[in-house]
């Protein structure tokens, strides 16, 4: 397919060589050729000059055979001579001239000259035939595009090819029209950028309807753009199966309903489907659509003619129209014009008439109207005529500018007839039947009330100037049920009685010779006050509002009057709606306690239940005291009590904490006092409830606040801050602070205490953060000191805290150095030997070690510590001597050099651990080790032994022969990690895995089944189940005693780690087995068990009577045991 690109610049410049009045010719030149590839696409052919490329014949014969379709004879493919070319190019123009394309001032050699402006003639002919038109009309394609592309883009004026189109919106529009939404902003567009909306057009159109762009954006915004041009390039969307074709055909069949129009050429031929075209827009068709389908010509006229009345033009006769070659565009084009065709009314539609008919009386003018549907209504053929029983009725009629104003005063009553007429032709709707009825306005009705009690005697009078009028008065009940009363005459008053028998609604109709009058009916709210009652409380409380309900919704319609009373005082009260129909309240609140009484009143008259009487009583007096009301600790009681005098009635307590309902005690304190307790599992704020006949006693609900001490945490590290005796080291003469974390606590309050040797030290409480709270103290004297931390006034669990201040520092004095520790003399190769430097006395100096050895000097780690202490490590290389130096502020210290012997280091490989204590065991247990070092030769042992979160206690005990006894105290039931070192190297297996589960507790071993119960020897199941499921570790041992000797136990479970073990035995005679359980040496709950077998029903059922007192059925209970097993 050949596309279209922007001018290049060389182009644009060669373009402006040419002379305004020939540049139409390069666009057009352009615009054919591109046309001309767009058809010879299909064979692979494509053509640079029409000038040059056609003067060989070869290529037009070639495009008009992708025109025609067929092949047009044989051509010459590579011409030698101008002969040739001439015998090519008659061989095109002779097929061209065959199909009914005049050929007009075009010969042979004006193609193969070259003729450029008759080659482009030709091209147009072409065009028009095979791409516009496919036959000739009385209407030229140009005028048919043209009015198609109007009828299709009504909001805009297309009148020409060239400049209507020129700017690009026009384009823009068109596509958005075939593709809604395309384009939805065309309106937006501006004129001034013609050529880029050509351009984006342009796109569009062939991305969305597949146009091809055979025109260029420039060639189609220039004003120099020729008509020929631009239908060639606009003819690809009104072509045959175009856009604008199937447009075209998707409308008619939207418009009838229909998928079986397939073209617009032949289904038009008949003439039926222009007619139901016709019909649908409201044409009138004689007989439709009961037409002969075979009479086409008399059909396409039918049609044309009420086209005709629609205002649609022809632009085809009947007979071309009938062609089946008819062209598609005239037939596009005709039925567009439909699209905006005004419906023309038949006869009986042009007038309507409006009026209201109904109710009317004698003697008042009646007032209608008729109203133009169309606009070619003729006054003159309109004819109205009113009739009654006595004949015509003359009624006036005045045209005024879209309607007739029509009156007429019947003076009889009866039935009357209207007919209006138009052309001879009636109008829709008529003729109008309506009646005319006697005026019955001066008769009057009148009675007393319109609301009455059930029983009670209502006169009914009607006023009527004479007795000859026929009067009947009728009531009918809230059951529907309709009767007569019986009427006296007397002064000109008909009168009646009325008594109703029931609640509701009761409706009266007076009729006067067979009307009702005007003033009837009239409705009676009937009302009993006996179906309205009074309910309500017995007993009230001061100063809390006090609600009576009145029901009255079976008492019918009425007031409601409430009042209450106190010692024959009026109380105020109200009356108050609710949200249920026949529902009121009387609400009023009492100052005092007594008897009160509640009046009630439906339309003036008391109803059931009233008065109504009412206790009220005063719970200020009741009394609720005790510290559980404000306060307690977590984990212990908290009690308070309740002192109700001589109130009565039930007192009710709950505790709440986070929305849930914490356990309550009570107990009777005497005739009018209770004492509550509870115990707060978690510190924080607990609600209390205190109730009395289930309403809050005064000052409920309390708050209690709720410490916990134990969760007060010191967040200050004191790891660094502590001696070797876990003694808290104070600076003299500096504060001391320690912060703690109180967001669990509970609500509290903290304080503190710090002793020194002369006494109490001033104390500071703070509080950094919302949920911090800070001591801080200082200490001026050495000695120790006992810090006492407490939480609303509780002391903490890690109260007190030992601490020591060395005092005031000393002048420094190296005599006073002291070297302690075993590494000052002995050490062992390759292990590390310690020694410390105690200048605790000797003031603040500075220490300087050296270790002088025979072949280097060894490095010594110097370490801190507190009390100006300083801890020295080191690792002799070799065995050997060495020679110790220490300096006190670079005074050599007393005593010093010392000699250290260093000897071998002992194998660790060597050594041997055994025991039970390997195997594990549970918490609380003494577990025992042996470390067998006699092989190892001479070395230091270390053990530890640590669980997931507490380290274990191990106690090392030196046999004096090489063998080290370890004893473990593991305190958390988990998998622990024993590490054993020997010289600081693990021994073989260390780190060792010991597992240590809860301590055994026999109460929770569960014992159950058939096999523990007693039974029928015969039929006995001697299986159960011990469940040891949260027993912790243990050991089960299961014992059973027969009648004569102990029996065999069979134990067993379904996976090695199951808690689960089945048990069974084999009874083989009746009489008592007694069944010992034991969980670790303990007898497990309801161990011994004793079970007794029998040989018949009637021995067990006894001893069952007998032992428990009722009765159990055994089958069934085997059976369910045995689904279970």
Known sequence: MSTVEPASPSQEKELSKVSPENRWVEIQRKTFTNWINEQLSVSGRVIQDIEKDFCDGVTLVALVESLQFKKIGKVIPNPTGRIQMIQNVALACKAIMEDNVRLVNIGNEDIVNGNVKLILGLLWHLIVRYQISSRKTKVPPKKLMINWFRLILPELEISNFTSDWSTGIPLHALIDHLRP???????????????????????????????????????????????????????????????????????????????????????????????????????????????????????????????????????LSASELSDPS??????????????????????????????DFDNHLTGVQIHFKLVMEDKDVQ?????????????????????????????????????????????????????????????????????????????????????????????????????????????????????????????????????????????????????????????????GIVGEEVVFTVNYSEAGIGDIEGAVRNVGKEIACEVNETEYNGIKTIEFVPQNSGMFFVYCKFNNTEITGSPKSIDVVDPGQIVVTGEGLTRGLRGKECTFQVNIGDLGGNISVTVENEGKEVD????????????????????????????????????????AKITDRSRVTLITDLTDLMDENEHLVLDCGKETQLLYDISAAGPGRMTATVLSPRGKLKVETRKPKKEEMEIAFTAVEEGDHYIHVYWSDVPLDSSPILAYCPGPPLPVDHTKVVIEGKGKEKARALVPAEFLINGRFAGPGTPRVLLKGVKKDVHVNITPMKYDRYKCTYS??????????????????????????????????????????????????????????????????????????????????????????????????????????????????????????????????????????????????????????????????????????????????????????????????????????????????????????????????????????????????????????
């Open 181 to 315: 939404g395309t384009s939805p902003n065309w309106r937006e567009l501006h004129a001034k950028n013609a050529v880029e909306n050509c351009r984006t057009a342009i796109l569009l159109a062939k991305e969305h309807l597949n146009i091809p762009r055979v025109i260029s954006p420039e060639d189609f915004a220039s004003e120099a753009l020729d008509e020929l041009s631009a239908m060639t390039y606009l003819s690809y969307f009104v072509r045959s199966e175009s856009p604008g074709y199937y447009d075209t055909l998707n409308w008619v069949c939207k418009q009838l309903r229909t998928t079986q129009i397939t073209n617009l050429t032949t289904d038009w031929n008949d003439g039926y489907n222009l007619c139901s075209i016709v019909s649908s827009m409201g044409g009138v068709i004689p007989d439709w659509p009961n037409i002969d389908r075979e009479d086409k010509m008399k059909n396409v006229q039918m049609a044309i003619d009420a086209g005709k009345r629609m205002g649609v033009d022809p632009i």
């Open 326 to 355: 008819v062209d598609h565009l005239s037939v596009m084009t005709y039925l567009n014009r439909f699209r905006y065709a005004t419906p023309v009314k038949s006869d009986n539609e042009k007038l309507s008439i409006q009026g």
């Open 379 to 539: 006054k003159e053929l309109t004819s109205v005529q009113i009739k009654s029983a006595k004949g015509n009725q003359r009624c006036d009629v005045s045209w005024k500018d879209k309607y007739a104003d029509c009156r007429f005063t019947p003076a009889d009553p009866g039935s009357y007839t209207l007919n209006v007429l138009y052309n001879g032709t009636p109008l829709v709707g008529c003729p109008v039947t309506f009646s005319v009825k006697a005026d019955l306005s001066k008769v009057k009705l009148r009675t007393q009330s319109s609301s009455c009690m059930v029983g009670s005697s209502n006169d009914i009078e009607v006023l009527s100037e004479s007795e000859s009028n026929e009067v009947l008065i009728e009531y009918c009940s809230p059951n529907e049920e309709v009767k007569s009363l019986t009427t006296l005459y007397e002064n000109g008053v008909f009168s009646a009685t009325f008594r109703p028998k029931s609640v509701g609604l009761w409706i009266v109709h007076v009729f006067c010779q067979g009307e009702e009058i005007s003033s009837s009916p009239i409705s009676f709210d009937v009302y009993d006050p006996q179906k309205a009652w009074l309910s309500g409380p017995q007993k």
């Open 664 to 703: 309550t005690s009570w107990r009777e304190a005497g005739s009018s006092t209770y004492i509550f307790s509870y115990v707060p599992s978690n510190a924080g704020t607990f609600k209390i409830n205190v109730n009395w006949d289930e309403r809050a006693v005064p000052g409920s609900p309390f708050y």
């Open 876 to 1125: 002799a290389p070799n065995p050997g001597a060495y020679v110790l130096y220490v300096y006190w502020s670079e005074q050599l210290v007393p005593k010093c050099p010392y000699k250290i012997t260093a000897s071998n280091k002992g194998a660790s490989g060597k050594v041997k651990v055994t025991g039970q204590g390997l195997k594990g065991g549970y918490v609380g247990q003494e577990l025992h080790l042996d470390v067998d070092t006699t092989e190892a030769g001479f070395g230091e042992i270390k053990v530890s032994c640590h669980g997931e979160l507490r380290e274990a206690r191990c106690d090392v005990f030196d046999q004096r022969n090489g063998i080290y006894k370890v004893h473990m105290y593991p305190r958390e039931a988990c998998r622990h990690r024993l590490e054993i070192t020997y010289d600081h190297e693990h021994v073989p297996g260390s780190p060792f895995k010991i597992p240590v589960g809860e301590p055994p507790d026999p109460r929770k071993v569960r014992v159950y089944g058939p096999g523990v119960q007693d039974g029928l020897i015969q039929t006995f199941e001697s299986k159960f189940l011990v469940e040891t499921s949260g027993a912790g570790a243990g050991q089960l041992a299961v014992r059973i005693r027969g009648p004569r000797s102990a029996f065999k136990v069979n134990i067993q479970r379904e996976e090695e780690n199951d808690r689960t073990v089945l048990c069974s035995y084999s009874p083989e005679e009746p009489g008592k087995y007694v069944i010992n359980v034991k969980w670790s040496g303990r007898h497990v709950r309801g161990s011994p068990f004793n079970v007794q077998l029998f040989e018949s029903q009637a021995e067990l059922d006894n001893y069952l009577g007998n032992k428990k007192g009722f009765f159990v059925e055994k089958t069934k209970a085997n059976m369910q045991w045995r689904a279970e097993i």
